[in-house]
């Protein structure tokens, strides 16, 4: 046994050196019925013998240097394990080499592997985003777009490598093999897969800089010009030969798409589940500690805290231990404090802020109620005693379990929108001029309620954070208010920028505009000055406080209404 041991790994240093070099005869485990290439063969990763990759799986079963210890819970596909084993080529990076093996050893992994600039563009990939575990699946989704690229271009053209399709000589065979990749219709005009030909381009640009920075560094002046006019030829014609195509199929194929969205009893009904469950399982895990029941609660409180939030799960999902533990305090400055209103101190007290890593590197915020912070306190104080394991890092942990190989990207800033705020509040500390306003917006979205503020501001919610009932400062009315324009110019502002002064429209005013204007509304058109002075002069009496620019925007409010409920 040990003799076999012995021969297995001298076997495999031998193969190591062949693969490497590319030239010599390799040894396998057993010589197969058929000749292979190659790439069809790879190492046990326990008795290191050579074996065909459709019988590794059937050998690795019954190795007799299989260890008896139990495998630890993970990436268990047979072939990226041994992949791994095969040690990597001279100037690449182990943990480079482990992301690359944990692809699905095809056709695909075999050619950009074996291919220089592919696998350089996979390092400086990998030099960037290789710290979030998150992104390796993206890492190894360009590699493999690249290598698809080859092979194809290897069937179809005259190009073997990809810096062959750096060469500005070779940019209109480039633009052949990305349309069949793509599956580009010719009668049509359209992609079958829009999406790629778009990340191809991007890649190539990537490729052709970084060839360029090589070529420099090597005083290889032809081959770094090469790379500069390549760059130049495709802002010149790539688009028109690829990009606006793929782009025209990517909006085509959004039309008429239907848009599903929750009732709003369905989203309470949610709610009112997720609540009934986090109380049973909190009474649950503070009675007898248990590892399903703190690995229950955590999912209710992940849901929880994503749908009051209405973050992507990606997002909070990656939230750290850490950053719940040193979370930031909710109370406002003084100074701050004057600024806001009572109700606005208020949920500053009853929400806590923590801040995460967001899409590109952003700082989003996440608001958690008195009833999430008490199952979060519930859950970091019985870690240990539920056997998360102490190196994971992440406050939704599993209990008993290695974290997996890949999680959802992280995207968007805070609720995927800009929200502008008046200027008075415009120098206030970012966190809590996001915890006073936009607490408002969540328990409305939490509470079912969010259709009640069409066309309120954030300052015209006042929501108690400790009552179910919803309240506006602005009266209910089936017209728009508008700004009253005649007496905001007429004040000469000394100070910045002031709020508008509106006017509630009274009923005889209403009467008198859709007396003479009626027609504007059902038609959807916003008058002009001429068709509003004649309003003014036929309802002199009823529109005297009104000035022109007061009926026009009336009407154009009464418009957007009726969009808004098509």
């Keep these: 046994m040990h003799m076999e041991y012995l021969r297995n790994r001298g076997n495999f240093a031998h193969n190591v050196d062949v693969l490497n070099a590319g030239v010599g005869n390799l040894v396998p485990r057993k010589q197969p019925r058929k000749d292979c290439q ?183 002046y032809s081959a770094a010009k090469d790379a500069r006019t390549f760059r130049r030829v495709y802002e010149t014609r790539w688009n028109e030969l690829i990009s606006a195509a793929s782009l025209r199929t990517l909006q085509e194929s959004k039309w008429n798409t239907p848009l599903l969205l929750p009732f709003t009893k369905d989203v309470q009904t949610l709610h009112s589940y997720l609540d009934v469950q986090q109380q049973d399982l909190h009474s649950k895990l503070s009675t007898e500690v248990s590892p399903q029941t703190w690995a229950k609660l955590a999912k209710v409180i992940l849901a929880q805290v994503i749908l009051f939030n209405r973050r992507r799960a990606g997002e909070v999902s990656k939230m750290t231990l850490s950053a719940y533990v040193c979370q930031n305090p909710s109370d406002p400055h003084e100074d701050v404090n004057e600024a806001l209103s009572d109700l606005e101190k208020k949920l500053c007290q009853h929400f806590s802020r923590i801040e995460i890593r967001g899409k590109r590197g952003r700082k989003v915020p996440v608001l958690l109620t008195p009833v999430m912070k008490q199952g979060l306190d519930l859950l970091v104080g019985t870690r240990q005693e539920c056997e998360v394991p102490r190196e994971n890092v992440y406050l939704f942990a599993r209990p008993s379990a290695l974290l997996p190989n890949t999680e959802l990207d992280q995207l968007a800033d805070f609720l995927g929108h800009d929200v502008r705020v008046h200027r008075q509040f415009y120098r206030l500390p970012e966190g809590t001029l996001k915890l006073a306003k936009i607490s408002k917006v969540l328990m409305a979205l939490d509470q079912g309620r969010l259709a009640e503020f069409k066309g309120k501001t954030l300052d015209d919610i006042n929501i108690d954070p400790e009552e179910s009932q919803v309240t506006t400062t602005r009266r209910e009315e089936n017209d728009t208010a508008v700004p009253d324009v005649s007496e905001s110019k007429s004040q000469k502002r000394d100070k910045g920028r002031q709020p508008f002064k509106r006017k509630m429209w009274e009923k005889e005013e209403i009467l008198a505009v859709k007396k003479h204007m009626m027609s504007f509304i059902t038609s959807c058109r916003v008058p002009g000055k001429s068709d509003c002075d004649k309003c003014l002069e036929l309802e002199k009496v009823a529109l005297k406080k009104r000035n022109w620019l007061a009926i026009k925007f009336y009407i154009k409010n009464r418009i957007t209404a009726l969009k808004n409920k098509v």
């Design 38 to 220: 190659a790439q069809n063969f790879l190492h046990c990763i326990h008795c290191h013998g050579f074996f065909t990759k459709n019988v590794l799986w059937r050998h690795m079963m019954t190795c007799k240097f299989k260890p008896s210890v139990p495998q630890k819970p993970g990436k268990t596909r047979v072939q990226a394990l041994c992949a791994f084993a095969v040690p990597p080529p001279p100037g690449v990076k182990v943990e480079f080499w482990k992301l690359l093996n944990n692809m699905v050893q095809d056709e695909v992994y075999s050619v950009l592997k074996s291919n220089f600039c592919i696998m350089e563009y996979g390092e400086h990939l990998y030099n960037r985003l290789g710290y979030d575990v998150g992104k390796h699946e993206y890492i190894r989704q360009k590699l493999r777009e690249l290598g698809r690229l080859l092979i194809c271009s290897r069937k179809n053209t005259s190009l073997k490598t990809i810096k062959d399709h750096i060469k500005p000589a070779n940019f209109m065979q480039v633009v052949e093999s990305v349309k069949l990749l793509a599956g580009y219709d010719s009668k049509t005009h359209a992609y079958r897969c829009p999406s790629l030909a778009l990340k191809i381009g991007h890649n190539l640009t990537k490729i052709s800089m970084l060839l360029e920075s090589h070529a420099n560094l090597q005083n290889d």
